[in-house]
């Protein structure tokens, strides 16, 4: 063979090799989380491990639309992940656990089922054991029907209910445990003894539910609101948030079909400003149906996402779809 | 009608008749290529952002379709690495043929296969899977590698390049379309061809031992064409293997006007049902991907639904059924039906300049609109985090907006006026009137000026 011709082919073979091995062997050695709709996967990995104190970098991408990442119970920034480009976050734990991550954009319909876990392994002080929910120790079954049998005609007004309230003598009202496990419903029975009129009764109720709470907590449980329930829900908590004519389609072609999970039952999202769920609703069985989620419903699970706090300012804010807090809620 | 030989350049010839220039943008042109497939099938599958389809739908496009075709005819065939693998299997060499050829099958191509049908048929199988196609980087990455493959398998099985010229989806419309090129590859001197023995160019110099002794040896046209019988542009793949093996030194790159070939029509079916192929194809395109439709655009999309079907079936009849016989009826008024096919194939050369000019229109829109993704996209080639050239968050950026639609507007009516003065030719050699044609052509480019501005 002619030496030009050797040299011609080592050329060829050379650039074979390069232009095939060098996507390939850069593509392997980065190793990238990729986000996907949930229907088409979800998280690819979807379980990570990290240790206490050290630093987990993580690189992330979107293979179709814009993702959001955060990590429940933990301070962070929520970070967008945007289609082919890649975002980098670093996290330090400084607690061993099992901590879950999920999307934060309200990617498609089963955007809440885009969520994975972070493994951190290490010692460290160990987690606080966690406390029973209310709920539990209340002994709630938070799927029983609770509806209120009487609902008022205008809606309660706090202004109005709080100078009646100062005037009741019984203290126990403004009292935390009281009033998360009362639905207010409940609470207007029991003013059934004073002589105030159902519509005055209906005022104290709402003094009383905005004397446990706070404009900050109320501000906090909003911008979670709108962060996480909206879509669902709707921004004005009716229940006709962008996904529930979807999810009301899906949920009945799921019962038609009874296929599994990626279909399982959906129904149509609760409508807060109805005030039959609502005033017959405890704070406790709120809280718990956030913490667990509604099984077989498109409910999520929050408990793991949700620190106890900002689940009772969730549940803080739900009730101002009831009740006139004045300008509380900004 | 003057012709200017830019072989008669030494630096020209020379660039030409030694194989390594040619060579080194082969190499260039196959990394490029394999690179893509690799992107396609290992890099992030947002298209927008993935190598594969940035550079291949949209810089290689625009180069071939606003600049390689129009000015260079089948300039891209020269460069391009498809044949390249297949054909150093087949050769047993890359550079001058070797003492001993490899025993592969060599087989003649089928007589029934030796026209474009099949390039005709591979185009509309791209054609109706576009949609999906050109946003999806993993489906780019296995179209360029079966491409590739294939090439390799036929250069076992038959004799030359059978891949480039009879089943290359894009070989097809690019021959066409090069008869309207300024240039071409043509013999000096007929005389020199007619007295040469064992015609090297076509058989290769191993099999003419009667050629004069020099330095000249090489491979029949690997295009299964006899450079001394060339009249137009179609089937010559500018490989410029016979200016290297041409005993004589008789074969030559002239400059010429555009579309000198189509002032002597040639008369085949094939030829004239691509014509009506790219001529629709481009404007069913600027329908369904570029019209305000986003119904159309959704039924592209989703291939393999009933929809889909109908849609593939809509874009068949309109290219094979609704606007050949649009054609016809044009035409039949005039003249004996006796020569019909004759004259539709003559006829219908004037779709040629017509079609090239809607399909630079078309790609004005959507290259300039999506140029700016290149940039990115050669920071970051696999959507892996990189920044390569700092150029990684370059935000998407419609181009040269301004002058998009004057732009579309000159390309259009320039086409239908290219394509009145080539139907004009077209109907002194089938003794008809013109008019019915420049109608047609008309017609067609009021309706693409309606779907594009």
Known sequence: MKRSELLSRILITVAILVAVGTPLFFWARTPIIHAQMAEDGGWSPDVIQAAVGKPLHLRLTSDDVVHGFAVGQMEMDVVDIEPGKVTDVTLTFDKPGIYTFFCTRWCGLNHWRMRGTIEVSGSGSDPAPVATPLYVSLGLDIDAQHESPMVPIDQPSSVRGQQLAADLESSNFSDQDFYRANSPYQVFEVLESTNLTETERWDVVSSLWQSNTTSEALANGKQLYAQNCAACHGENGAGNGVFADDLQVAGESSMRNMTGANDMLMQTPVDFTNPTQMLGASPALLYGKILRGGMGTGMPMWGSIFTQEQIWDLVSYLYSFQFDYQGEVQ | ?453
Request: aromatic letters at 12%; charged letters at 10%.
């Open chain 2, 1 to 453: 009608m003057g012709r200017v030989e830019l072989t008669r350049f030494p630096i020209i010839k020379s660039a030409v008749k030694n194989r390594w220039p040619q060579l080194a943008v082969f190499i260039v042109t196959l990394v490029g290529y394999l690179f893509a497939i690799l992107a396609g099938l290992v890099g992030t599958p947002v298209g927008s952002r993935n190598f594969s389809i940035v550079f291949v739908w949209i810089a290689w496009w625009a180069i071939l379709i606003l600049v390689a075709v129009p000015f260079f005819g089948r300039g891209w065939c020269a460069v391009c690495p498809i044949p390249l693998p297949g054909e150093w299997l087949q050769r047993g060499a890359i550079l001058a043929p070797p003492d001993k050829k490899p025993k592969w099958l060599n087989l003649r191509w089928p007589r029934a296969l030796r026209n474009i049908w099949l390039q005709n048929i591979s185009f509309l199988l791209l054609a109706l899977f576009s949609s999906v196609l050109l946003t999806t980087p993993n489906i780019t990455g296995i179209v360029l590698a079966a491409m590739l493959f294939a090439a390799i398998g036929l250069s076992a099985v038959f004799e030359r390049r059978a891949f480039c010229r009879y089943l290359c989806p894009v070989g097809g419309f690019i021959g066409l379309y090069s008869q309207t090129a300024p240039i071409e590859l043509r013999i000096k001197d007929k005389k020199v061809c007619v007295k040469c023995e064992g015609k090297p160019c076509y058989n290769g110099s191993s099999t003419s031992p009667t050629a004069p002794l020099s330095a000249n040896t090489g491979y029949g046209c690997p295009w299964d064409v006899f450079p001394g019988g060339l009249t137009k542009n179609t089937y010559c793949g500018l490989c410029m293997e016979c200016i290297r093996t041409c005993p004589y030194d008789n074969i030559a790159i002239n400059l010429r006007p555009f579309s000198a070939d189509l002032a002597k029509p040639s008369a085949r079916m094939d030829e004239a049902f691509k014509a009506f192929i790219m001529l629709g194809s481009a404007m069913i395109y600027a329908g369904v991907l570029l019209g305000p439709w986003g119904v159309l655009k959704d039924v592209a999309y989703n291939v393999g639904t009933g929809a889909w079907l109908i849609y593939a079936m809509v874009f068949l009849a309109i290219i094979f059924i609704i606007m050949p016989s649009l054609f016809a009826l044009c035409i039949s008024r005039f003249g004996n039906l006796n020569a019909f096919k004759k004259r539709f194939a003559t006829l219908s050369t004037a779709l040629i300049p017509l079609g090239l000019m809607f399909w630079v229109a078309f790609s004005l829109s959507f290259v300039l609109a999506n140029a700016s993704y290149i940039l990115a996209s050669l920071s970051d080639p696999l959507g892996l985090g990189w920044n390569l050239l700092g150029t990684a968050k370059a935000a998407w950026q419609p181009m040269l907006t301004s002058i998009l639609a004057p732009g579309q507007t000159l390309a259009l009516v320039g086409g239908l006026v290219w394509s009145a003065r080539t139907a004009q030719k077209a109907s002194t050699e089938a003794q008809v009137s013109s008019v019915p044609v420049i109608a047609y052509s008309l017609l067609a480019t009021l309706v693409m000026l309606w779907l594009l501005l």
